[in-house]
């Protein structure tokens, strides 16, 4: 299967199904090689095994049906390899994918003269292309070059089934078992091919089938296939080298990366190709095919030059939850300056990376209801207890609450000293999120009662909570350090609403109230509340007022209403 890391400038009318032809191609040739290769290793008991083997597998792929697979694929698998190839807009590859690449081109050439002298002689002259037939053909002159046939096309498969498999969550458990099998069928196919060919040889029995007019028309229209097969490889290696040397001189996008480099590279090839090209650390597991999503990268300017993504990106934009600024770097063709950043390291990307579903960990826009609470003058309250004293308290408090959060759909982000910040509708509407927020704070007003019941003679004097909730757009993501022990980082929210709720919270104790919630999160809600103090306040960092509703007490709120949302 051909495989190269780079997705081409435009498809010329081919779409991403083209992706899939060349791999279920690719697999069935695949097929056909194991097979044959198998049978090869056969010639180990003998050569009537051998012959016995051929004659199920002939009975399969020279059938109709076995006959218009096995041509089909093979011509659609060369057709989208070299038009995958000439598209092309990098010579940067991995080590693995240039062998590959290399590999593919050469086998035709190989390959043509043994069609011939097997299923084209059999086809045109009525020959029995048996064993017995094709190991007097080419044992032992031409040994070394079936060999290197067999080496070839066996490692060109291998490659391209290992960078397909290597994105299935399952496929590290299997890696060891398919390494051996890489290595053991090529070996005892090699072994019973040259077992066979030595016993013929040894018995006398060698002698091919062909006569010497068949032998020489055969070997004529052979090379002429060769020829044709070498001119067009040749003439695709020249259109390569010639749009590199014209993309050279023609014009120039600008890209900018986060980190503080910028590049200047001729318009064509996608920003993966880009990054590669100027030695800018980009991820990307698959090789830039959209199997996964390691190359995505957020677009921070530009991003209206940009052309929609196509049905592959799509694809996998959509399965990550990616929003609408981040793309693939293997499928953006950049036309325009751009400036970007990547989302995941270069280094230290696995197979589990690749398909996740988690969208926290890039970063996303999203509507979301913020809550903070505080316990008023604690620092005063814990001044003249003993430290064990204090942190009973606290993790008595913290836990509770956390508790009639998590209870009411809520996620809480951190602990902040005696403060908790929670947030609400990350998986929800934001109607709902605002909904869920208010229940959770009249369940912590209820908590609150209790708590100061069970841990009166801990305390000198009840605790007083001031609780802020606010609704707006954040920036949602995980952030910090991930551990060695692979443990992920919380999720947190960053942004103005963030710093509005904040200051909400802190205006509890100015206000003389346990709850602030803002019209905003009432209006987000849809619904109409009693019990509250309408007021308009300043926040600091933030230019205009905002709208708010106090309550003296938490379980003085009271839905009157359902508003239509």
């Known amino acids: 299967m051909t495989a190269e890391p780079s997705t081409p400038l435009k498809t010329s009318g081919i779409g991403p199904w083209h992706k899939n032809i060349r791999l279920y191609s690719g697999l069935i040739l695949f097929a056909f090689v194991a097979g044959h290769l198998s049978n090869h290793a056969v010639g180990l008991i003998s050569l009537e095994a051998m012959e016995s083997v051929r004659a199920i597998r002939t009975a399969i792929w020279r059938s109709p049906l076995g006959t218009v697979l096995l041509a089909g694929s093979l011509l659609l698998h060369v057709y989208f390899a070299l038009h995958k190839f000439v598209l092309r ?54 040994a070394l070059k079936q060999t290197a046939l067999m080496l070839l096309v066996w490692t060109h498969g291998c490659i391209g089934i290992h960078l397909w498999l290597r994105l299935k969550p399952w496929y590290p458990k299997v890696t060891q078992l398919l390494y051996t099998l890489a290595i053991l069928v090529p070996v005892l196919s090699l072994a019973g091919f040259a077992v066979a060919g030595r016993r013929l040889l040894a018995d006398g029995s060698i002698q091919s089938a062909l006569t010497g007019a068949q032998r020489a028309s055969l070997g004529g229209s052979a090379t002429l296939a060769v020829n044709i097969a070498a001119a067009i490889i040749v003439l695709a290696i020249a259109y390569r080298v010639c749009v590199s040397v014209y993309e050279r001189f023609g014009p120039t996008v600008k890209i900018t990366y986060a980190h503080g480099q910028t590049v200047v590279n001729h318009i064509g090839p996608t920003l993966l190709d880009i990054s590669r090209i100027h030695g800018v650390p980009h991820a990307s597991v698959c090789g830039g095919r959209a199997r996964c999503s390691t190359c995505r990268v957020r677009v921070l300017k530009g991003m209206e030059t940009l052309p929609t993504p196509n049905e592959a990106e799509k694809r996998v934009l959509e399965r990550v939850g990616a929003d609408g600024s981040v793309r693939l770097a293997c499928q953006l063709t950049p036309s325009k300056a751009l400036s970007v950043a990547t989302l995941l390291p270069a280094n230290g990307i696995t197979t589990s990376d690749t398909e996740t579903t988690d969208k926290y960990l890039w970063g996303v826009d999203q509507t979301v209801t913020i809550m903070f609470a505080d316990i008023r003058g604690f620092t005063s309250l814990s001044e003249n207890k003993l430290p064990y004293d204090v942190v009973f308290v606290l993790n008595q408090y913290l836990g509770r609450m956390s508790d009639a959060i998590s209870a009411e759909g809520g996620y809480v982000d951190k602990f902040l000293g005696d403060g908790i910040m929670a947030l609400f509708g990350m998986e929800k509407s934001s109607e709902q999120g605002a909904r869920e927020a208010i229940a959770a704070a009249k369940a912590m007003n209820l908590v609150l009662s209790s708590l100061n019941e069970s841990l009166e003679a801990d305390l000198d004097e009840p605790l007083i909570i001031g609780i802020g909730i606010h609704t707006g757009p954040a920036i949602l993501g995980r952030i910090g350090v991930k551990r060695a022990s692979g443990a992920a980082q919380r999720i947190t929210a960053l942004g103005d609403t963030v710093n509005t709720t904040s200051r909400l919270e802190s205006a509890c104790k100015d206000l003389r109230c346990q709850l602030i919630v803002s019209q905003e999160t009432l209006n987000v809600s849809g619904l109409t509340v009693a019990g509250g103090t309408s007021e308009l306040i300043s926040v600091k960092g933030r230019e205009q007022p905002v709208s708010i509703v106090t309550f003296k007490d938490a379980s003085l709120l009271n839905v009157v209403d359902t508003v239509d949302s």
């Open 89 to 142: 807009r990098s010579w940067r590859m991995s080590l693995s994918e240039g062998i590959q690449l290399i590999f593919g081109l050469t086998i035709p050439i190989l390959l043509i003269p043994h069609l011939f002298f097997t299923r084209t002689a059999s086809e045109t002259f009525g020959i029995d292309d048996n064993y017995a037939h094709v190991l007097s053909s080419i044992w032992p002159d031409g």
